[in-house]
């Protein structure tokens, strides 16, 4: 009788998780760095580009310039310094197609689970293909999440009374109708964050009127389409120089605005109204409607390229309205005021559901992981959990200025275990009861409503998520990867618990 075997697990050195922005990005460090790493990069849905294939509704932008936005090593070649999710997406699978990266991507794989093994030193990750439903195993050695932060099959919609009853549409942007005719219609956009002012200017031009209904305002600044500082460096020098300069430009520039708002919050919420008021028509209500009642950046500005926002506005065919509903009627939603708003269509740009990983569940040598207990290590790894790292950008600048950081300072990190003969590391907290606080502190309604659920950062390096590109430069990109509280063991070596204070770490 033949005995038939079953097939080996396919093994991996490093296993990224999402082919959008920070997914793409560690694939093209890790080959630069590491080429002798063997590695895929598992997509749960059927194309790359993460959110900015995901999201299909009109003027879908981003809302940082793409010198800062795009990636360091691949200068940004349109005119346009805000670009919209087209451009983004081409000049994110032109990075891959250039690189070899979309070689690596396998689509239609969602991970489920990963299980860490101390005595094998691997992790085995449990794979559902979305496509036909089977499911698939793996090992590696690394497990480096760039899954995102929040739900990509559902949006953040909150209890409205008598929604029910409201005989139009209602339209949740992360859920956009392809075949959507909103010519001649009236069009009501409940939400004040980034999609709402990308939703009013972008859906005027068919829309009968667009109207955008807050609880409260939001800081919104007009920023240029174009940027004439890199458009005149991009004439004058190599395309690569002039990438890095007006990078470096943007990075400052930035930098001293958000430190502006924290030191002076009062000096820039009376400049950000200034600039409003220019902007609006003679008597307009600025204070009711763009005067929020937080400082500037607790929550993050909304840009507004060429003040779109503003111009449509004054033309007429946007309106905004700051109150609160009290139902949906018929016809549209009643309003606490009294006022009702009609509509035909209604779309709830009320945010994101926010999560962790892509959802998937983690265990160490058996015990399963409860993020909410972790704690952030240098904004990329978590305390106890083995050979993990994620990637999280900046609340207050790009996001893919951080990315670039964490993926230099973890192919480093890698490259240190190879070289002494190490197979795993893991953060330890230097005590148990170490103080802590929320992971992020910014003030979205996403990121507030999650914070139970998240794990969370220490007082002071290396357990903070810093915001700070220019420090984390020296940290991440210049800095020592060895520390006090990084643990490193050979395989067999069971993960010690934070009060263990035998196990030491690696000798410098």
């Known amino acids: 009788m033949t005995v038939q075997q079953s097939p080996a697990i396919e093994h991996l050195d490093v ?63 349109s005119d346009e310094a805000i670009a919209d999710a087209a451009q983004i997406l081409d000049y994110l699978r032109e990075t891959a197609h250039e ?55 559902e949006g953040f919609t ?21 075949d959507l005719d909103y010519s001649g219609k009236r069009v009501l956009v409940i939400g004040s964050g980034a999609t709402a002012v990308t939703l009013v200017p972008a859906m005027t031009p068919k829309a009968a009127h667009v109207t955008m209904l807050q609880r409260t305002p939001t800081y919104v600044m007009n920023i240029p389409q ?30 001293g605005i958000w430190l502006l708002c924290q030191k002076y919050p009062r000096f820039a919420r009376r400049l950000i109204r200034f600039l409003n008021k220019r902007e609006l028509p003679e008597g307009y209500p600025v204070d009711e409607h763009f ?94 959990l083995p050979n993990f790292a994620f990637a999280v950008g900046y609340t207050n600048a790009s996001w893919t200025l951080k990315v670039g950081l964490l993926c230099e300072h973890f192919c480093r990190l890698v490259g240190y275990l190879d070289e002494h003969g190490y197979a795993f590391c893991y953060p330890q907290l230097p ?4 103080p802590t606080r929320p992971l992020l502190d910014f003030g979205a309604g996403y990121v507030q409503r999650a914070l139970p659920m998240l794990p969370r950062q220490g007082m002071g390096a290396p357990w903070l998520m810093s915001m700070n590109y220019l420090e984390d430069a020296k940290v991440l990109r210049r800095g020592p990867v060895l520390d006090p509280n990084l643990r490193f063991a050979v395989a067999g070596t069971p993960v010690f618990p934070a009060d263990n204070a035998s196990f030491q770490p690696a000798p410098a």
Request: glycine content about 10%.
């Open 158 to 178: 909150p209890r409205f009374e008598g929604i029910e009853q409201f005989a139009g549409q209602v339209i949740h942007p992360q859920q956009w109708p392809e």
């Open 15 to 77: 296993l990224i998780i999402g082919a959008g922005l920070s997914g793409i990005g560690a694939a093209y460090y890790l080959q630069r760095d590491l080429p002798g790493k063997r590695y895929a990069i598992l997509e749960g849905r059927a194309a790359s580009g993460g959110t900015w294939d995901l999201f299909r509704y009109p003027g879908i932008r981003s809302d940082s310039d793409l010198y800062t936005f795009g990636y360091e090593f691949k200068p940004w070649r």
């Open 431 to 434: 005590s148990p009861d170490m």
């Open 226 to 255: 174009k940027d004439p500082i890199a458009l005149l460096l991009r004439r004058l020098l190599p395309a690569k120089q002039a990438h890095q300069l007006t990078r470096y430009k943007n990075v400052l520039l930035t930098r």
């Open 291 to 384: 005067n929020p009642p937080y400082n500037p950046w607790d929550q993050r500005l909304c840009a507004v390229p060429d003040g779109d926002l503003f111009k449509c506005i004054s033309e007429g065919s946007a309106d905004i309205v700051t109150d609160r509903i009290r139902t949906f009627t018929p016809r549209g939603v009643a309003l606490e005021s009294g006022k009702e708003l009609e509509a035909d269509i209604v779309i709830t740009a009320t945010g994101l559901n926010l999560q962790l990983f892509g959802g998937m569940q983690i265990a160490v040598d058996g015990e399963p992981v409860d993020f909410a207990s972790k704690v952030a290590f240098k904004g990329m790894m978590l305390d106890g």
């Open 99 to 153: 690189n070899g990266i979309d070689r690596h991507i396998r689509y239609q794989h969602k991970v489920k689970s990963a299980d860490w093994c101390s005595k094998s030193a691997r992790w085995t990750v449990t794979v559902e293909r979305t496509d036909t439903g089977e499911e698939q195993r793996l090992t590696c050695t690394w497990l480096f999440s760039a899954a995102g932060y929040y739900r990509y099959d």
